[in-house]
């Protein structure tokens, strides 16, 4: 009688070794074709089956099975060894650099006008959380959707402020479409999920697109410990009439700095820094008190505007001085909310308006140029 068995055996070995040999998912596909395909090694033994007793067949039975989940699993693991190998080489061989900017390439007769680059907001963003970061500032993101509590009530916003009004705001209605009943409009969390004041409990409140960074304080400061010190760059908007100064969908950089014993000198420390940094030169500025119900004090710092060198046009409205950059010290009730005692901690905060602040870098005399799409603009940068 034929030892089966040990023919079985014989094959596994060549099988294996033939696995290990191959070089491509090809190679692997013959050796499963010629080892137990329908023509293959094992089934011309297996055809010797009927001469053997039921003993004898079980054993080969399970020896033939065997050899074939063996088979499979070699066969997987070394197809996905030359996958990953294959992928590998891709990745050498296929590398396009897209961050070169493409040159006209004769010989196909491509021609190609100019090259991508980075917009100058993002550039100044950029340029902005290089100066931070060096100061030890980490970078923090929020989100553009919020909610009343994080874009108003935490932030010492009264029930009547007029920034609640919907000539400021955007408020996105739940299911969509106007004339949704209030009834219908999202429901925020209240006091007990936020852990701050001011917001009844089960008050039912709309989601609304942020009007400023400021919402970033609050997600910071649910979820961070002081002593800290964020930025937070972004995009915000506004239900504005635009003009020259003025668009519907902006960006800001909010700054924040809570610390034991932060005073108004800090802050006005690190914003004479960030603005001598960013046009390398001291900058003529000019301080008034402002109003923000989330700092006290509060300050308006404005920039002489760069764009008429102080002697009037539209974008500083005829009055020679741009607002850029509203500052202040953490007001007490916004710690008290966020659970921090205000005799032990104190915070310095600012929200600079980055379009703003690219039009005086530039000169640019209308920030609508920024979403205009036009190319011949963007192509100065
Ligand atoms: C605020 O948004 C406050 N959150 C800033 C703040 C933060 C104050 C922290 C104190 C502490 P304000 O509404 O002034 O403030 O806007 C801030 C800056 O955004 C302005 O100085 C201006 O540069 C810019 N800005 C405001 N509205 C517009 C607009 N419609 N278009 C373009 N830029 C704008």
């Known amino acids: 009688m034929p030892d089966l068995v040990a023919e079985i055996k014989t094959l596994e070995g060549q099988a294996t070794q033939r696995i290990a040999a191959s070089t491509s998912v090809e190679a692997l596909q013959m050796v499963a074709h010629e080892f137990v395909g329908k023509k293959g090694a094992l089934t011309a033994v297996m055809k010797q089956l009927g001469s053997l007793t039921p003993e004898e067949r079980s054993l080969v039975g399970k020896a033939a099975n065997d050899f074939k989940t063996q088979l499979e699993t070699l066969l997987a693991d070394k197809e996905a060894q030359l996958q990953d190998a294959?992928?590998?080489?891709?990745?050498?061989?296929?590398?396009?650099?897209?961050?070169?900017?493409?040159?006209?390439?004769?010989?196909?007769?491509?021609?190609?006008?100019?090259?991508?680059?980075?917009?100058?907001?993002?550039?100044?963003?950029?340029?902005?959380?290089?100066?931070?970061?060096?100061?030890?500032?980490?970078?923090?993101?929020?989100?553009?959707?919020?909610?009343?509590?994080?874009?108003?009530?935490?932030?010492?916003?009264?029930?009547?402020?007029?920034?609640?009004?919907?000539?400021?705001?955007?408020?996105?209605?739940?299911?969509?479409?106007?004339?949704?009943?209030?009834?219908?409009?999202?429901?925020?969390?209240?006091?007990?999920?936020?852990?701050?004041?001011?917001?009844?409990?089960?008050?039912?409140?709309?989601?609304?697109?942020?009007?400023?960074?400021?919402?970033?304080?609050?997600?910071?400061?649910?979820?961070?410990?002081?002593?800290?010190?964020?930025?937070?760059?972004?995009?915000?908007?506004?239900?504005?009439?635009?003009?020259?100064?003025?668009?519907?969908?902006?960006?800001?950089?909010?700054?924040?700095?809570?610390?034991?014993?932060?005073?108004?000198?800090?802050?006005?420390?690190?914003?004479?820094?960030?603005?001598t940094e960013v046009f390398g030169r001291e900058v003529e500025v000019r301080l008034r008190p402002g109003y923000f119900p989330f700092v006290e004090p509060g300050f308006e710092l404005d920039m002489k505007c760069l764009v008429c060198a102080g002697k009037g046009c539209s974008v500083c409205k005829h009055s020679g001085w741009v607002e850029v950059l509203p500052c202040g010290l953490v007001h007490p009730n916004v710690l008290q909310s966020a659970g921090l005692n205000p005799d032990e901690w104190q915070g310095a905060a600012f929200g600079l308006g980055l379009n703003r602040l690219v039009m005086m870098r530039h000169g640019i005399e209308d920030i609508r140029h920024f979403m205009a799409g036009k190319l011949d603009f963007l192509r100065q940068f």
Do not use: C, W
């Not at 900017?101 to 959380?129: R, W």
């Not at 929020?142 to 994080?150: A, I, L, N, S």
């Open 86 to 275: 294959r992928y590998e080489s891709l990745k050498e061989s296929e590398f396009i650099d897209l961050s070169v900017n493409p040159k006209p390439h004769a010989a196909l007769g491509v021609k190609v006008p100019f090259g991508g680059h980075i917009h100058p907001i993002a550039a100044m963003q950029k340029k902005l959380e290089d100066i931070f970061t060096s100061m030890g500032f980490s970078i923090v993101d929020g989100v553009q959707v919020e909610d009343d509590y994080h874009n108003f009530g935490a932030l010492n916003f009264t029930e009547d402020h007029p920034a609640r009004d919907m000539q400021d705001t955007f408020y996105v209605q739940a299911h969509g479409g106007a004339g949704v009943p209030a009834d219908t409009m999202s429901s925020v969390p209240g006091p007990e999920a936020h852990g701050g004041a001011g917001v009844p409990a089960g008050t039912r409140q709309p989601y609304l697109l942020r009007t400023h960074t400021s919402t970033v304080q609050i997600r910071a400061l649910e979820k961070m410990q002081p002593p800290l010190r964020i930025i937070a760059p972004g995009r915000v908007f506004r239900y504005e009439e635009v003009d020259a100064s003025h668009e519907h969908t902006f960006y800001q950089m909010e700054g924040m700095l809570i610390d034991r014993k932060v005073s108004v000198g800090n802050l006005l420390h690190l914003m004479q820094t960030l603005l």
